[in-house]
């Protein structure tokens, strides 16, 4: 079974500073992860997935995370905080082999001071 | 308008009775899920369809009945509605691609169960 652990439930950062949001997983194979964001009042949506190759991603809104499987992490981090990331971060894995079924963390809610 | 829809986005109900939350999709995905979303407990999965006529359980189904009569559409039916099912709700969906394939997600219907 594949599970997720966010292991910040709030994160308070000052606007200008830097981000990490940390995602750990457990898994039975190679994973494919993911990063979603979700400002007050909507869906989710996609900032960056990893499925093989360059442990570092890019995402958008300058977004990055990296990939290390020998600490099952994949965080995610942002070298100076907008006041408009304020939002719910969530860590997904899906493993290979096509579950197609990805489990969710239970999210990380950015605050951002002025 | 292409991508993924659902309706209402608000509703309030009462106890005992029955509510159809619809979600429709654009891209003939083949993969639809449906979505609650709690307060500490992210976003759980309550049923998911791999294709037309043919759907499974999720973490929390109990409660709930799904149909996928036509690819697109994928409507979420509470039998007799109780409290416990206030929640946010949120229909998404995937294509057939493997594991990193991304998940888009609807704007969410908010429930109200009094």
């Known amino acids: 079974a594949q599970s997720v652990t966010q292991p910040d439930i709030h994160i308070t950062v000052s606007e200008g500073a830097s981000l990490e949001l940390r995602c750990n997983y457990s898994?039975?194979?190679?994973?494919?992860l993911f990063w979603y964001v979700q400002s007050p009042g909507q869906g989710l949506q996609l900032l960056l997935k990893?499925?093989?190759?360059?442990?570092l991603v890019q995402g958008i809104k300058g977004f990055e995370a990296e990939f290390k499987r020998s600490q099952s992490s994949f965080n995610l981090r942002k070298p100076s905080v907008h006041w408009s990331d304020a939002a719910e971060y969530f860590c997904?894995?899906?493993?290979?082999?096509?579950?197609?079924?990805?489990?969710f963390g239970r999210g990380t809610s950015l605050i951002v001071h002025p | 308008d292409a991508g993924i829809t659902q309706s209402p986005r608000y509703k309030i109900t009462e106890t005992g009775r029955q509510v159809t939350l619809m979600c429709h999709q654009t891209?003939?995905?083949?993969?639809m899920f449906w979505y609650r979303q709690d307060l500490g407990h992210g976003l759980r999965l309550i049923y998911y369809?791999?294709?037309?006529?043919?759907?499974d359980k999720g973490e929390v189904p109990d409660g709930y009945v799904v149909s996928r009569s036509k690819t697109e559409n994928f409507p979420l039916t509470l039998e007799s509605a109780t409290r416990s099912q206030t929640s946010v709700y949120f229909c998404?969906?995937?294509?057939?691609?493997?594991?990193?394939?991304?998940?888009?997600f609807g704007p969410g219907t908010r429930l109200l169960v009094l």
């Open positions: 997904a894995v899906d493993i290979s082999g096509g579950s197609y079924i990805p489990t």
């Open positions: 990893y499925f093989s190759g360059d442990t």
């Open positions: 998404a969906s995937r294509g057939l691609a493997g594991g990193s394939e991304t998940q888009y």
């Open positions: 898994y039975g194979a190679t994973p494919y």
């Open positions: 891209w003939s995905h083949s993969y």
């Open positions: 369809s791999a294709a037309a006529d043919i759907t």
